[in-house]
């Protein structure tokens, strides 16, 4: 199992940037580089608790799909979303929101198992974790300019 931790620091109201991390339509501006999109279950707008979206995108090369259901949410501190159908053995992303003087911090909490056994392991440690590693770093970097603005 591989755990990515990311902070980042955001000049905006918790309630804000907690929106702006579950809107389906802000997530695909900033993950304009893998070309993803929403295909089925919430498509626009905020995804709830309990809802379903598929993104496809295009990753390593190849297009990819991944269901994900928000699990778990407690306005406006935490909300978890969790792989349904996809290619990773697990994935859990886990967002915690936290606000003092009008700063927000946002931390991800990304954790995922690779398929393959051996060659997954090392398919990780290779080139899998940075990758998602800086998939987070540019999409928080979105969602951090767009709730200052």
Known sequence: MTTINIITKVNAPIQKVFDINRDIDIHQKSASKTNEVAIAG??????????????????FGIYLTHKSRMTAMNFYDYFVDEMEEGKFKFFKHEHFFEEQ?????MTDK????????FFG???????????LTQF??????????????
């Open 42 to 59: 919430v498509t626009s707008g905020l995804i709830n608790l309990n809802e379903t979206v598929t993104w496809r995108g295009k990753h």
């Open 101 to 105: 003087n009008g700063v927000t911090t």
């Open 110 to 117: 990304l954790c995922y198992e690779t398929p393959f056994g």
């Open 121 to 131: 392991k090392i398919f990780d440690n290779l080139f899998l974790k940075k990758y």
């Open 136 to 149: 987070l770093l540019e999409r928080n970097q979105v969602l951090k300019e767009l709730s200052e603005n």
